[in-house]
């Protein structure tokens, strides 16, 4: 009687692709943190959207995205984010991908001709909040003939 060899027999699997969430050994501890702060802003946004200005949920998240910026800027320095038409990116490393036209983070700023923006250190938290409200007036269906450079200026 013949054994056969240890794990000849079963089907060979490739390792998983790596999900979104997963970290990148090649990435830097301040890619890292740009990454967790754009997903951060993302989620701001999205709450920006369905309530009031003063709803103290809202309230919450600007604060915690600002305070999370002051520290990111404290630590790493100016935090310069770069757009395609469906990525922002930091230092070459994909931050925040398209993951439909709805979803789209990037083209808000490169349709209206920003391809970079640096957050430096000492921003402050009406300069973020600032920032959530313009991205979502261009970005809303019912604006859509608005312009971030214009907003922003």
Known sequence: MSVPARNADLPRRDPPSSAPGDVDPQETAAQRSAKGWVHQFVRTLKTYRLYEANNPTLTRFIDDLAENLARLTAEHGALTLRFT?????????????????????????????????????????????TLVSAVARVSSL???????????W
Request: aromatic letters at 8%; zero cysteines; hydrophobic letters at 35%.
């Open 85 to 129: 038409t469906d990525d922002v990116q930091y230092e070459g490393a994909s931050l925040y991908p398209a993951r439909s036209r709805d979803d789209n983070l990037a083209m808000p700023f490169y349709r209206d001709g920003i391809r970079s923006l640096t957050l430096s250190p000492g921003i402050v938290r009406g300069e973020v909040e």
């Open 142 to 152: 019912a604006s859509p003939d608005q312009d971030l450079v214009t907003i922003l």
